[in-house]
């Protein structure tokens, strides 16, 4: 029950109780205080509601953001292989954007790391979405393609969607635990309007 519903409800409590106890000598007092008691605690755990829903969508958009800079470690699955990447995320070009900067622990033959991405994320006001682009070292393609990926406010995630010319598109779910303080990314691609996994992954603090 919200905390409107339950000051109503007490209200109406009190009404019918009013005219209970009104033939009745001395009780008319006591129903009163019970009464009062009943509102206070009813308008005390609305206030409490009101407060707590106002915190979670009074944050601003690049409150999200700050959670994600620091260093991580990031463990998981990705294209069904168990993997093991770190990642450092800092604020970059005068605070306008989030850099994270990822490199895999695995090596390729040439001793260079298997892979490796640049990743920028941002708020824009003006279009009220945060823009993701994303550039690694699996294609070059990553600014001639214009792809960037784009999600609405949504909590503590960021519902990232990559749609490509050739039509496909790719979903990035960055999701905060605020009470563990880490991340889970999911990857998916979508074929014929169902979400195939790539990747499960979770970042925890260095």
Known sequence: MSGASLVSSVSEQL???????????????RFGRRMMRSIFIAVALAWAGVSMASAQTSRPPRELLD???GRWVLEGTIAG???????????VLNGQYVQLHEISRERDAQG?????AFVYLTWEPSRGEYSCLWLDSTSNAGL???VLGRAQPS?????????YKDGSTFHTTFAYDRKANNWQWKMDAEEKGQLVP?????????
């Open 15 to 29: 009404k019918r109780g009013v005219g209970r106890a009104a033939g009745a000598s001395g009780s008319l007092e």
């Open 67 to 69: 959670r994600i800079t």
């Open 144 to 146: 001639s393609n214009g």
């Open 198 to 206: 790539f990747a499960r992954v979770m970042l925890r603090h260095k």
């Open 155 to 163: 909590g503590d995630e960021l519902r990232l969607v990559f749609k």
């Open 81 to 91: 292989k168990t993997t093991t990447h770190d990642v450092v995320a800092s604020w």
């Open 112 to 116: 260079r790391p298997a892979y490796e």
